[in-house]
C-alpha cells in the first residue's frame, strides 16, 4: 500500500508511525526494513536522529548489535535533541555490550548519571563478568539510606550485588 503514502515528509513520518505498529507486533525485520528505506529516502534533518535511534532499537530487540551500531553511524545529526543524544549513547553502549566491547560500553556511558545509563553499566559489567566492578555499580543504584522496608526492586538490586561479590569472591 505505499502508493498510498503522502509524499515528503508527511509520508516519512506515516511510514516510521507505521514502523512502530509492526514492532508491537514483533514484525522487527519488516519494521526495520521500512525504517530504513525511510533513512535511504533521506528524512528531514530533523527526524534523521530519531529514525537512527529507532532503527538501532529494532536491530538490538532483533538480536543484531552490529546492525545497531551501523545505523547509529550512519544517522548522526547535528540536529539532535539533547534526550535523542543520550539515547543514542545508550543504544550505543547496549550494542557494544551486547558485542563484549565492555570497555567502549562504559566508556560511551562515561558522564551519563541517569538510572538507565548506571543500570546499562551494571549489566554490561555483568554479562562481561567483571564481578567485583558489577557489584559495585549495582550497589551505585541503591538508595544512599537503607529504609526500613526495601522495594521489590531494591531487594533484586541487594542480592544482584550480593551474588556478584560471591562471585567475585570477595562474600
Do not use: C, H
Not at 117 to 125: K, Q, S, T
Not at 137 to 163: D, F
Amino acid at each position: 500500500f505505499g502508493y498510498m503514502m503522502p509524499a515528503g515528509a508527511e509520508g516519512a513520518v506515516a511510514a516510521l508511525n507505521f514502523a512502530d505498529s509492526l514492532i508491537r507486533v514483533d514484525l522487527l525485520d519488516k519494521a526495520a526494513a521500512l525504517i530504513e528505506t525511510q533513512i535511504e529516502r533521506g528524512l528531514p534533518a530533523a527526524r534523521l536522529a530519531g529514525a537512527g535511534n529507532k532503527l538501532a532499537a529494532v536491530y538490538l530487540l532483533n538480536g543484531q548489535p552490529q546492525k545497531a551500531l551501523e545505523a547509529l553511524g550512519k544517522t548522526e545529526s547535528s540536529d539532535a535533541s539533547e534526550k535523542e543524544t543520550e539515547e543514542r549513547r545508550l543504544l550505543r553502549a547496549r550494542a557494544q555490550s551486547q558485542l563484549g566491547q565492555t570497555d567502549a560500553a562504559i566508556a560511551a556511558l562515561s558522564g551519563l548519571k541517569t538510572p538507565a545509563a548506571a543500570r546499562l553499566r551494571a549489566d554490561a559489567l555483568w554479562r562481561a563478568q567483571k564481578w567485583a566492578d558489577a557489584a559495585r555499580a549495582v550497589e551505585a543504584m541503591l538508595p544512599a539510606s537503607a529504609p526500613t522496608v526495601l522495594s521489590q526492586e531494591e531487594a533484586e538490586l541487594v542480592l544482584n550485588a550480593a551474588v556478584a561479590w560471591k562471585l567475585a569472591g570477595e562474600a
